[in-house]
Every structure is written in structure tokens, then in C-alpha cells.
């Protein structure tokens, strides 16, 4: 499972490199878990397909509390709603599969689910961008709101 999330992680950060220049992020994020009460770390990138929509895939690994530990793989859409010039904020809608590990059970449960939510970002120079995303993973058995702060590369 390690290698996988790996690979995907790899592809996000090398597919940037063929994206439209101005039109492509690649980021990293800080969050929380609130109904598992735990820490997140993930990468994620985002391309705008027209205008104001873009795509926005993601791995994210929410750290062992209480037994539990999860790696949630994203596929989300936005559709960005510019305020200023230097402030957007957006829907989030998408499907995701989260891969939970019990420490009281052998082997890992899968789910597929809907993401639901919101984000905003604040561009602090053309290059840099700081948001943060509050969304929530609709799945059998584990449902999970996040919420994340973000720190972005914009090429």
C-alpha cells in the first residue's frame, strides 16, 4: 500500500510539469481530523481545466490516534470564485477512496466515498499561495471531516 500511495504521489508532483504555465499548484498540507481526533499531512495538485474550474487530486495520511491511522486519495473539483485580485474561495466536490488501518485487526478496510465542502486561498505573491480547505468524507462506516491548512506553489 506504501509503494502505491508513493507512485501517486510521484505522478501528481511529475504530471506538473506538462500543466499549462499560470493555470497549475502543487502544495502541501497540515489538518485535522475532527471525528478521529488526529493529525493529517498531505500533497496535493491542482490544474484549472477552464476558467474557473479546476481539478484538484490529493493524498493525504491521517496519523495513528487511538489505533486508527488512514490514507485518503482524493479526486476533487472546484470552482473558484475570485473576490479580489489576491483572495478566491471554492466549493469542493469529488470522490475519494480512504484506506483505514485498525491496530486491533489484521489488514486494512476500504472505502469509497463523496467529498463535500469548502476552501479559500489568499495569494501572497504570484507564486505563493496559502488557503485552507474544510471538507467532509462521506463513506460507509467511516465518515470524517477535515479541515487543513495548505501552503501552495503556483506555476
Known amino acids: 500500500m506504501k509503494k502505491l500511495i508513493a507512485t501517486i504521489a510521484l505522478a501528481f ?31 496535493d495538485f491542482r490544474y484549472n481545466v477552464w476558467r474557473n474550474v479546476r481539478i484538484a487530486p490529493s493524498v493525504t495520511h491521517m496519523f495513528r490516534n ?7 486519495i482524493d479526486f476533487d473539483a472546484h470552482y473558484v470564485v475570485s473576490v479580489t485580485r489576491n483572495f478566491a474561495f ?11 488501518n485498525f491496530k486491533r485487526f489484521d489488514g486494512d478496510r476500504s472505502r469509497l466515498g463523496l467529498n463535500v465542502g469548502i476552501g479559500a486561498e489568499l495569494y501572497a505573491t504570484d507564486e505563493i499561495s496559502v ?10 462506516d ?3 471531516a477535515l479541515i487543513a491548512v495548505r501552503v501552495a506553489y503556483h506555476f
Not at 471554492?90 to 483505514?100: E, F, H, L, T
Open 90 to 100: 471554492y466549493p469542493i466536490g469529488g470522490m475519494g477512496m480512504s484506506v483505514w
Open 13 to 43: 508532483l511529475s504530471a506538473a510539469g506538462y500543466a499549462q504555465e499560470g493555470h497549475t499548484s502543487a502544495g502541501v498540507n497540515m489538518g485535522y481530523a475532527l471525528d478521529c481526533e488526529s493529525v493529517t499531512f498531505g500533497l
Open 142 to 144: 467511516y465518515d470524517q
Open 131 to 140: 488557503g485552507t480547505d474544510m471538507k467532509y468524507n462521506l463513506t460507509k
Open 66 to 72: 487511538n489505533g486508527v491511522s488512514a490514507w485518503y
